[in-house]
C-alpha cells in the first residue's frame, strides 16, 4: 500500500500550511485514525492497551476520552511548531497524553496511593521511558507530538485528579490554550521574503 507524504496527506494527515493557512483544523483529529503502516498501528495499540485499561478504572469515560483528544491536539500543534511542514500521522500524542495523566493522577494522589497502584506506576514510567527511546532511535518519530500530548495529558490527568466535578474547566481551559497556540502559528508561515514596512 502507498504510504506516501502525498496519498496520506490526501486521506487526512496533519500538515501545518493547510491545517493553519487554510483552515483544514479537522486534520488534528482525523490524523490521529491514521498509521503508517501495521508496526505503527500495533506499537500504538500495545502502548494503549498497557496503559489504558487501567486509566479506564481512574478517570471517567469524559475525562479519558477528553485527556486523549486534547493531547492529541496539542501534540499535533506543537509537531508543527516544531516541524511546519512535515506531514504528520498517529495516535501516539493522544496515547502519550493518556501516559501523562496517569502521572498527573500519580502526584496528586501519592500519598494515598497503594502498593500495587505504585508499582502500575513505575511500570507506566518505564514504558513511558522506552516509548521515548524508541522515538530517539527512530528517525521518523515525532517526538516534539509526544512531548505535547505529554505535557498536556499530565496537566489534564493532575486537574481532573484534584478536581473531577470540573472536567469542565480542563476542557475550557485547553480549549483556550489551543485557541492561543493555533493563533500564534501563522508566524511559522511567513514569506520570508516578503518586506513588511
Do not use: C
Not at 60 to 70: C, E, G, N, V
Not at 91 to 106: L, N, P
Amino acid at each position: 500500500m502507498d504510504m506516501s507524504a502525498e496519498y496520506l496527506y490526501n486521506i487526512g494527515a496533519s500538515f501545518g500550511p493547510s491545517v493553519v493557512m487554510e483552515g483544514e483544523v479537522w486534520r488534528l483529529f482525523s490524523a490521529m485514525f491514521l498509521h503508517g503502516g501495521i508496526e505503527h498501528v500495533f506499537m500504538n495499540m500495545l502502548s494503549l492497551f498497557l496503559v489504558g485499561r487501567s486509566v479506564e478504572m481512574i478517570f471517567s469515560r469524559a475525562s479519558y476520552l477528553s485527556i486523549y483528544f486534547i493531547s492529541g491536539v496539542i501534540g499535533f500543534l506543537v509537531s508543527i511548531y516544531f516541524h511546519p511542514i512535515t506531514v504528520a500521522i498517529g495516535a501516539s500524542g493522544a496515547i502519550f497524553g493518556i501516559f501523562g495523566a496517569v502521572v498527573g493522577f500519580a502526584l496528586i494522589h501519592r500519598k494515598r496511593m497503594h502498593d500495587k497502584f505504585q508499582r502500575f506506576i513505575k511500570s507506566v514510567g518505564v514504558v513511558l521511558l522506552l516509548n521515548f527511546a524508541i522515538g530517539l532511535i527512530f528517525p521518523n518519530v515525532d517526538m516534539s507530538a509526544h512531548i505535547g500530548g505529554a505535557i498536556a495529558g499530565l496537566i489534564g490527568g493532575a486537574m481532573v485528579a484534584k478536581y473531577p466535578k470540573y472536567l469542565w474547566l480542563y476542557i475550557l481551559i485547553s480549549s483556550v490554550v489551543i485557541a492561543l497556540i493555533y493563533s500564534y502559528l501563522p508566524v511559522l508561515f511567513v514569506d520570508m521574503n516578503e518586506v513588511l514596512y
